[in-house]
């Protein structure tokens, strides 16, 4: 099994700042690794796909880099609905596994 | 538009079965895979187990392998999942996802449902 390991497990900024998240697997994905965001008591929302394709409807801001073992999700420039808890996912074999997430919470 | 509507969660005793379903619509439901994934109370996601468009393909994370089975009728566009022999760690909310059906391999997951939660408990 694949395990994927987020950092930081928690992520303080304010409003305006750039958030840079982290998510490295125990093996190689290439670059089959996606994220998502979750907003408190709704469903995972699809950002990022195959490390770096953005969703539809997914604004510019957001944006996904790395291949291998080490990808990173950036968000420039933080709007107050981006406050969450982001997760990674490889679908480089099964099973699927997902991080344990990072909570972005305003500073 | 996309929906997802599950149902069938509530409260189980151990050892108990519930049976989940997904209601799709909105998008050609025979030519997409399909998983249901979990949360438990306050926890991340876990994938349970997939299946595939036609329902000839199935996988499962090992914590259910043996007690859970997918299954899905494209006639009627559900989704469904049996839980057999469940336990306490079984209690999380259940989401069904629609997979992006993208040209290599499953998932990620495009679109989910609200989730259905299922307590496991005496």
């Known amino acids: 099994e694949i395990v994927l390991t987020q950092s930081p497990g928690t992520l303080s900024l304010s409003p305006g700042e750039r958030a840079t998240l982290s998510c490295r697997a125990s093996?190689?994905?290439?670059?089959?690794l996606a994220w998502y965001q979750q907003r408190p008591g709704q469903a995972p929302r699809l950002l990022i796909y195959?490390?770096?394709n953005r969703a539809t409807g997914i604004p510019a801001r957001f944006s996904g880099s790395g291949s291998g073992t080490d990808f990173t999700l950036t968000i420039t420039s933080l709007e107050p609905e981006d406050f969450a808890v982001y997760y990674c996912?490889?679908?480089?074999?099964?099973?699927?596994?997902f991080g344990q997430g990072t909570r972005l919470e305003i500073k | 538009e996309v929906q997802l509507l599950e149902s069938g969660g509530g409260l189980v005793q151990p050892g108990g079965s519930l049976r989940l379903s997904c209601a799709a619509s909105?998008?050609?439901?025979?030519?997409?895979?399909m998983s249901w994934v979990r949360q438990a109370p306050g926890k991340g996601l876990e994938w349970v187990s997939a299946?595939?468009?036609?329902?000839?393909?199935?996988h499962y994370a090992d914590s259910v392998k043996g007690r859970f089975i997918i299954s899905r009728d494209n006639s009627m566009n559900t989704l469904d999942l049996q839980m057999n022999d469940m336990r306490a760690e079984d209690t999380a909310v259940y989401f069904c996802?629609?997979?992006?059906?993208?040209?290599?391999?499953?998932?990620?997951?495009?679109?989910w449902g609200q989730g259905t939660l299922v307590t496991v408990s005496s």
């Open positions: 195959d490390t770096s």
């Open positions: 996802a629609k997979d992006l059906n993208l040209p290599i391999g499953w998932s990620p997951f495009d679109y």
């Open positions: 093996q190689n994905v290439i670059s089959y």
């Open positions: 909105g998008f050609t439901f025979s030519s997409s895979d």
């Open positions: 299946i595939s468009a036609s329902g000839d393909i199935t």
């Open positions: 996912q490889q679908r480089r074999s099964w099973p699927i596994t």
